[in-house]
């Protein structure tokens, strides 16, 4: 089975810089696309960012406003989230999540995997 596991997130002041870290274990995480998500109090879930099992430029979202960077090492055992002049708006628990990418094949089970979250408190 898979894990993924976020860290990095704590209390910091507005205008500062934080990096996240997703550490995957458990299988070959090579095939997956990953992401970014995070979800701020009483909101929906909402995407942030991800890197494709292919290569390719990475995708953000469209509310990120390019102060969002991410990045992750070729084996797949490590995601970063960069995030740079941090807003109030930015507090939310954000997550990493590994999605199967490839449409050639797709296995039965194993397809996604969510880790528990890092909370992110953007104080002025």
């Known amino acids: 089975q898979g894990q993924v596991f976020e860290s990095g997130g704590g209390t910091v002041q507005a205008g500062e810089s934080l990096r996240l870290s997703c550490a995957l274990s458990g299988r070959d995480f090579r095939n997956y696309d990953l992401r970014w998500f995070r979800q701020a109090p009483g909101k929906e879930r909402e995407f942030v960012a991800a890197i494709f099992y292919n290569g390719g430029s990475p995708s953000y979202g469209a509310s990120m406003g390019g102060r969002f960077t991410i990045s992750g090492d070729d084996a797949k055992t490590t995601l970063y989230l960069d995030i740079s002049n941090l807003e109030q708006g930015d507090t939310a628990v954000y997550y990493c999540?590994?999605?199967?990418?490839?449409?050639?094949?797709?296995?039965?089970?194993?397809?996604?995997?969510w880790g528990r979250g890092t909370l992110v408190l953007v104080s002025l």
């Open positions: 999540s590994a999605m199967w990418g490839r449409r050639d094949y797709r296995p039965t089970s194993g397809t996604e995997f």
